[in-house]
């Protein structure tokens, strides 16, 4: 945990859901140049940690709080599936933003940065028998998942994009 910072995020519109990527791409920084078209950009981490907390300062989306029916919903379900993304699962929800955003252990979500991505762990911990206590830091919006450390490709079913467009 690190001091509380700050930071100016403008006016922004954004998709409610990401995009994964249509092909394996070889690298992180390509890929952040190639998701850039026309007058769509990626997400700061900055404006990726806003978007994802719907604009609160809790540790993860629903709050500070764990319970019982928390951690057994994330070590139980632990990746969505489309035919269960209308139930009423809490990992189904959208944010307070109305985004569905850092709800699957599995997705990267590649923001505008070229040495890590946010969102999950590409499932490690969870398939890896961790447990739900170590999975848990994926699900808030600080955790940065390194991709310097040996990933040459990006895989297009665990890489994932949202476009934002700026306003003046």
């Excluded at 995009?19 to 007058?39: H, T, Y």
């Excluded at 499932?123 to 040996?150: E, H, M, N, W």
Aim: contains cysteine; charged residues 20%.
């Amino acid at each position: 945990m690190s001091p509380l910072r700050t930071a100016d995020i403008g006016d922004m519109i954004v998709e409610v859901n990401s995009r994964f990527i249509k092909n394996d791409m070889p690298s992180l920084s390509q890929a952040v140049c190639l998701l850039k078209e026309g007058p769509f950009t990626l997400a700061t981490e900055d404006e990726w940690e806003y978007l994802c907390n719907g604009g609160t300062r809790t540790l993860f989306r629903w709050g500070d709080l764990l319970n019982d029916d928390i951690l057994s919903e994330i070590y139980d379900t632990g990746t969505v599936s489309k035919a269960d993304e209308n139930t009423s699962s809490m990992l189904n929800q959208i944010n307070m933003l109305g985004l569905f955003i850092a709800y699957d252990s599995y997705k990267n979500e590649i923001i505008d940065h070229t040495l890590y991505t946010k969102g999950g762990d590409g499932g490690c911990s969870l398939c890896g028998g961790d447990g739900a206590i170590y999975v848990l830091p994926c699900y808030t919006a600080f955790y940065r998942q390194s991709t310097y450390k040996g990933i040459h490709c990006l895989s297009k079913n665990y890489y994932c994009y949202r476009r934002i467009l700026r306003l003046p």
